[in-house]
C-alpha cells in the first residue's frame, strides 16, 4: 500500500513557475512509475507526465519542453517542475503510482494549480 501526497498548487501568473510535490509512504516508489496527472472539472484526466522505475521520463505533448518530472535520490518524492505556465494549464494535479508488475496504482488527493492574470 502507498500513501501519495501532493503538495505545492497555488495561484500564479501566465509565465511563471511552480514546483509541485509528491511525497510517498508505505513503501518508497523505486517499483513504480510515478505519473503526474491534470483534471478540468468535466474533463478527463489527462497524463502529464511520467518516471519509470528506470528513471526514464514521458511527457504530455502539451508540456513538452515547459515541464519537468523528477524523483529524489530515495526515490520517495516526485517533482513536477512547472515553467512558462499558461490559463489552459489550469487544473488539479494528482500524482499517480503504479506497481510495475502487478499494476496495482494510488492515487493522491490532488492539488489545485490556477494560472490567471
Known amino acids: 500500500q502507498v500513501q501519495l501526497v501532493e503538495s505545492g498548487g497555488g495561484l500564479v501568473q501566465p509565465g511563471e513557475s511552480l514546483t509541485l510535490s509528491c511525497a510517498a509512504s508505505?513503501?518508497?516508489?523505486?517499483?513504480?512509475?510515478t505519473s503526474w496527472y491534470r483534471q478540468v472539472a468535466g474533463k478527463q484526466r489527462d497524463l502529464v507526465a511520467s518516471?519509470?522505475?528506470?528513471?526514464?521520463?514521458n511527457y504530455g505533448d502539451y508540456v513538452k519542453g515547459r515541464f519537468t518530472i523528477a524523483r529524489d535520490a530515495a526515490k520517495t518524492t516526485v517533482y513536477l517542475r512547472m515553467n512558462s505556465l499558461k490559463p489552459e494549464d489550469t487544473a488539479v494535479y494528482y500524482c499517480n503510482a503504479k506497481h510495475f508488475l502487478s499494476n496495482n496504482q494510488y492515487w493522491g488527493q490532488g492539488t489545485q494549480v490556477t494560472v490567471s492574470s
Open positions: 508505505g513503501s518508497d516508489l523505486s517499483r513504480y512509475v
Open positions: 518516471v519509470g522505475t528506470s528513471g526514464r521520463t
